[in-house]
């Protein structure tokens, strides 16, 4: 299958390839919300803000110098700032987590940006039934999360993913990413295109944080949801194919994912 990047403009700055808020982390997970935002600005976007509880803010900020950083009762009303919205990864699920995700589609229903929601985000997704969602709208399951989602079993998911992930798109009318051994894309049209890149190797706590900030960081640069999805799946693939290689299948980390997130590119399109 041919992808194809997002063009790279030589008169430029940081806003011309998008702007991240990534509403991720919690006191046990202060990883997923690193791993989140680095992999996005490894993509390409150009300005990633992480939005979380001091003490997360505190531990990112002591690994990167590389993004920005916003407190979560600043979040609403900074919403208008930024190209694409990415929530969940690392996030709590408690009483008022729901509220502040309620609150923050509330408010995302008068913006017109992508957003992806991805691990907590989908437990939040699953238990709540009043919230709207946006039109470009991407979710990013495991087995386990789409079967919370759908309200049914995960062997189920996992015998017939093609069903499910269309039924995912159906239902929460986006673009789908049912992960797995050849994840499964699904467009709001049914459209589904299966991965074939990637091993075990990706099968790390974590992995799914880079992809989310992998499919964030293209739709940042004005790649339509359906794309920006397939086009990450196959990156976070070959990059954990790539590593494997050098690392082997047993010792790649999901943070050893983000210096072959390039590699990836490289291989691809250059």
């Known amino acids: 299958m041919e992808f194809k990047l997002p063009e790279r403009k030589e008169e430029s700055h940081k806003g011309t390839f998008g702007k991240v808020l990534n509403i991720a982390g919690s006191k046990n997970y202060t990883g997923a919300a690193f791993l989140s935002s680095i992999s996005a600005l490894r993509t390409g976007c150009g300005y990633v803000t992480l939005a979380s509880s001091p003490e997360v803010i505190s531990s990112v900020s002591s690994l990167t110098p ?8 600043e979040v609403l009303d900074r919403l208008s700032d930024y190209t694409v919205v990415s929530v969940g990864c690392g996030m709590q699920t ?33 238990g709540i039934n009043s919230v709207k969602l946006p039109d470009k709208l991407v979710i990013t399951p495991h087995p386990a999360e789409a079967a919370r989602l759908l309200g049914t079993e995960i062997e189920k998911i996992v015998s017939n993913p093609d069903i499910y992930v269309k039924k995912l798109s159906e239902t929460f009318h986006c673009t789908s ?67 494997s290689k050098e690392l082997t299948e047993y010792s790649v980390l999901a943070s050893d994912l983000l210096n072959y997130i390039p590699r990836a590119i490289q291989y691809t399109f250059q």
Do not use: W
Not at 217 to 241: D, I, R, S, W
């Open 94 to 126: 408690d009483a008022a987590a729901e509220e502040m995700f309620k609150a923050l589609f509330a408010e995302l229903s008068v913006h017109d940006i992508p957003v992806v929601i991805d691990a907590s985000g989908l437990t939040l997704l699953a």
């Open 177 to 243: 990413v049912l992960k797995g051994h050849r994840t499964r894309v699904c467009s709001v049209d049914g459209e589904i295109y299966i991965n074939e890149t990637g091993n075990s190797a990706l099968a790390k706590a974590g992995s799914g944080d880079v992809l989310c900030g992998i499919i964030t960081g293209l739709l940042a640069q004005g790649m339509f949801p359906f794309e920006a999805a397939k086009t990450g799946v196959y990156l976070h693939g070959l990059a954990g194919e790539i590593a």
């Open 66 to 73: 590389d993004i920005v950083y916003l407190p979560l009762s």
